[in-house]
């Protein structure tokens, strides 16, 4: 049994980058099953042009900051106004959020699968995961829960496998802004971190 576990590991280790590209596939596959709606007829849904986009439209970079519900909603404001600054018409400004959202999924199967310290075998599932999960409709390919795949970086980012180089770095520290400010979850983890601070003062917050 152990030897033909580690053949498996083996195996997988050698096709990390195919299984990675066939789990992307499969959580592609999984969105347009959810939403066929956000590929074929993209639309603005709920906040997306209540808010996002409104506040764009009547007030510029000034609204890259607004609030809604509580707080702060950094990338969709942002995407929203790089669409209007460079000239995206309206009708097709929401193909640009659904395009935004996708990117975001995208990034975070990129993080989870490279990010979390497991074999191959468990990253893959988890790569399916964040799409597989018996949940509603509602929270798939829009940028008004956007935040939700976006706060799996945060702790990715915080306690997975550290990145390499300085490039990597940047990267994490932009990608972890983002993450932050958009959505409330930066003060969950913010809680956990002082948590394990206080628990390990020599750890920083940090698992590993």
Partial sequence: MERETSQLDLWCSRHSRSLFALAC?????MLKSRCPQAFTN?????EDGRYFFADAYNHGWSSLWYRANGYFHLYPRLLANIGLSVGIPV???PALFVAGTF???????AYVFHRMPMPVQGRVFATLATVLMP????????????QWPMSL?????????PGRGVWMAVVDAG???????????????????LLQVARDPHSGGSTT
């Fill in 153 to 161: 970086l945060i702790p990715l980012i915080v306690w997975g496998t």
């Fill in 91 to 93: 009708l097709w400004m």
């Fill in 25 to 29: 596939l499969v959580c592609q596959a």
């Fill in 175 to 193: 990608l972890l802004i983002f993450a932050c400010f958009t959505g409330p979850y930066a003060l969950v983890v913010l809680q956990v971190m």
């Fill in 135 to 146: 949940l509603g409709n509602e929270i798939w390919m829009n940028l008004t829960n956007v």
């Fill in 42 to 46: 993209p639309q603005f849904y709920a």
């Fill in 103 to 109: 990117l975001v999924y995208m990034v975070v199967w």
